[in-house]
């Protein structure tokens, strides 16, 4: 399989400990993308990096969430002290993009890491 | 900044009869929109795209969408439903230059056999 792949899947962990999730691209893209999505609702962009680069962060992102793709391949985002409001769909995508400008390249999305949080 | 308003929470159609998701917008500039689909336990897979080419656009499944700037509106529509297009379908826009998808709030498509 080609497409993102998101791992676990699913996460249950008890309020106050530390998550991480890890999102692999599809291959060659450039552009990576996390997402949030809480039940009824739309996802909700949280991060993006351009290679290694994180290059814009959302109001949402609280000091708690760290993101990083160390080599500009892989990505992991990390939820430290997690609270129950952290419960969600953690959704990462992918996309290939030569450079900046106003041409929309597919965002490519992956199954997403279900996580609970007790 | 930019919105998307999905009207309808919930549609409900028999399978061979049209489909009709209605989606308004809100941009500061001309917008991109989009619509996505999500399977339960699959990832979200773009339906089709506005990009201010031409105003009707033809996605896949038989799914098309028309962009009216008079009445902001972007609204996903199909003429003969089939089981499979049961999902959620979200309505997304991305503004000029920018790199984020704002999400509509999800309608919920579900086919009567």
């Known amino acids: 399989d080609t497409g993102v792949s998101q791992d676990p899947r699913h996460k249950i962990t008890k309020r106050g400990q530390n998550v991480t999730f890890r999102c692999d691209p599809i291959?060659?893209?450039?552009?990576l993308y996390w997402y949030r999505q809480t039940l009824g609702q739309g996802p909700e962009f949280l991060t993006y990096?351009?290679?290694?680069?994180?290059?814009?962060k959302s109001r949402l992102l609280s000091d708690r969430f760290s993101a990083e793709r160390p080599k500009g391949s892989f990505s992991t985002l990390e939820i430290q002290r997690t609270e129950q409001g952290d419960s969600a769909m953690y959704l990462c995508?992918?996309?290939?993009?030569?450079?900046?400008?106003?041409?929309?390249?597919?965002?490519?999305f992956g199954p997403g890491t279900r996580l609970t949080v007790t | 900044a930019q919105s998307v308003t999905q009207l309808d929470s919930h549609v409900s159609v028999s399978e061979g009869t049209p489909v009709l998701l209605r989606c308004n917008y809100s941009s500061s500039y001309s917008p991109s929109l989009f619509w996505y689909v999500q399977h339960p336990n699959k990832g979200l897979q773009l339906l089709l795209k506005y990009t201010s080419a031409a105003t009707l656009v033809k996605g896949i499944n038989g799914f098309e969408a028309e962009f009216k700037k008079s009445e902001t509106s972007f609204h996903l529509t199909k003429p003969s439903a089939h089981m499979s297009d049961a999902a959620e379908y979200f309505c997304?826009?991305?503004?000029?230059?920018?790199?984020?998808?704002?999400f509509g709030t999800g309608t919920r498509l579900t086919i009567i056999p």
């Open positions: 291959s060659e893209h450039n552009r």
């Open positions: 990096f351009q290679n290694e680069a994180q290059l814009e």
């Open positions: 995508a992918s996309s290939f993009s030569p450079g900046r400008g106003t041409v929309y390249y597919e965002q490519y």
């Open positions: 997304v826009v991305r503004g000029f230059g920018n790199e984020k998808l704002t």
